[in-house]
T-cell receptor, first 117, second 114 residues
Framework: AQTVTQSQPEMSVQEAETVTLSCTYD???????LFWYKQPPSRQMILVIR??????QNATENRFSVNFQKAAKSFSLKISDSQLGDTAMYFC??????????????FGKGTHLIIQP | DAGVTQSPTHLIKTRGQQVTLRCSPK?????VSWYQQALGQGPQFIFQ???????QRGNFPDRFSGHQFPNYSSELNVNALLLGDSALYLC?????????????FGPGTRLLVL
């Protein structure tokens, strides 16, 4: 079984600042995927970014980037030039690579990010 | 391109009743997963369906059951409802060809058990 830990229940930054959300995980799997999802107050869970564990290069999607440290089992999300619309719950999630078999996601408890104007 | 849809959006039931929630996957997706999200928590995996069969199950009792239809849509059934079943139920879809691990979520069904 795997666990995902998000140690920051809530964070608040000013608009245009850079913010980093932390995530650590524990697993005995060697191949897996990591994700960050955003859940605004509207509650629709939106995929922000995806990282394959076998890739050393950190994933980037526009203003969102990750710092993936496999040995440390750490997967942080950096949001640059934060915008008011970034206000949401952010969930880190883990999925083992079962070679195309069934894969359920394991989520952390989330970090509530508030962008202040 | 329609995303994942779920119905109903809200539902109120009483203890002991049964409920059925519905999900239509994103176009081109063949796999459906269900999650339960209690207030203030992250989603918890219930089960995943592919080719009309349950492929993997999380730590949920047999009161939780599901079904997948030939058009890939899915239902989640919960029998003998308990107060603790009150939660947001999320459906996610993915594709075996494109990577079953990358799941796209619907807006959820908010279930309240009184």
């Amino acid at each position: 079984a795997q666990t995902v830990t998000q140690s920051q229940p809530e964070m608040s930054v000013q608009e245009a600042e850079t913010v980093t959300l932390s995530c650590t995980y524990d697993t005995s799997e060697s191949n897996y995927y990591l994700f960050w999802y955003k859940q605004p107050p509207s509650r629709q869970m939106i995929l922000v970014i995806r990282q394959e564990a076998y890739k050393q290069q950190n994933a980037t999607e526009n203003r969102f980037s990750v710092n993936f440290q496999k040995a440390a089992k750490s997967f942080s999300l950096k949001i640059s030039d934060s915008q008011l619309g970034d206000t949401a719950m952010y969930f880190c999630a883990f999925c083992p690579d079962s070679g195309g078999g069934a894969d359920g996601l394991t989520f952390g408890k989330g970090t509530h990010l508030i962008i202040q104007p | 391109d329609a995303g994942v849809t779920q119905s109903p959006t809200h539902l109120i039931k009483t203890r002991g009743q049964q409920v059925t929630l519905r999900c239509s996957p994103k176009s081109g997706h063949d796999t459906v997963s269900w999650y339960q999200q209690a207030l203030g928590q992250g989603p918890q995996f219930i089960f995943q369906y592919y080719e009309e069969e349950e492929r993997q199950r999380g730590n949920f009792p047999d009161r939780f059951s599901g079904h997948q239809f030939p058009n890939y849509s899915s239902e989640l059934n919960v029998n003998a409802l308990l107060l603790g079943d009150s939660a947001l139920y999320l459906c996610a879809s993915s594709s075996r060809d494109q990577g079953v691990e990358t799941q796209y979520f619907g807006p959820g069904t908010r279930l309240l058990v009184l």
